[in-house]
């Protein structure tokens, strides 16, 4: 099992910035891919970005330049720093994390969430 912990949100006015963290723990062989994905009221759970252990990245369209995705891999860490946020970046921020914690198998985890809400 793998417990996603994040930190980091808040109210931020458009324009600002943030950074999100979320630590992962328990017991697990790897964690292959890791990284944020978010949920705006009436919408569905979309992807922001994603890192592997090889440091393959993934960003939604609409995020890239202004957010960037690291991991640090030795403390199960990874981070999301946004820059230039926009009112339409406002959602509950999701870790999640594909983590093998078994001899064959991953499976997808996810934590609680963090608010982020860009407004003036």
């Known amino acids: 099992q793998v417990a996603l912990v994040e930190s980091g949100g808040g109210l931020v006015q458009p324009g600002g910035s943030l950074r999100l963290s979320c630590a992962a723990s328990?017991?697990?062989?790897?964690?292959?891919?890791m990284g944020w994905y978010r949920q705006a009221p009436g919408k569905q759970r979309e992807l922001v970005a994603t890192?592997?252990?090889?440091?393959?990245?993934d960003y939604a369209d609409s995020v890239k330049g202004r957010f960037t995705i690291s991991r640090d891999n030795a403390r199960n860490m990874v981070y999301l720093q946004m820059n230039s946020l926009k009112a339409e970046d406002t959602a509950v921020y999701y870790c999640?994390?594909?983590?093998?914690?078994?001899?064959?198998?991953?499976?997808?985890?996810w934590g609680q969430g963090t608010q982020v809400t860009v407004s003036s």
């Open positions: 328990g017991s697990f062989y790897s964690i292959n891919r």
């Open positions: 999640y994390a594909y983590a093998q914690t078994t001899p064959l198998y991953e499976f997808d985890y």
């Open positions: 890192k592997t252990l090889g440091g393959t990245t």
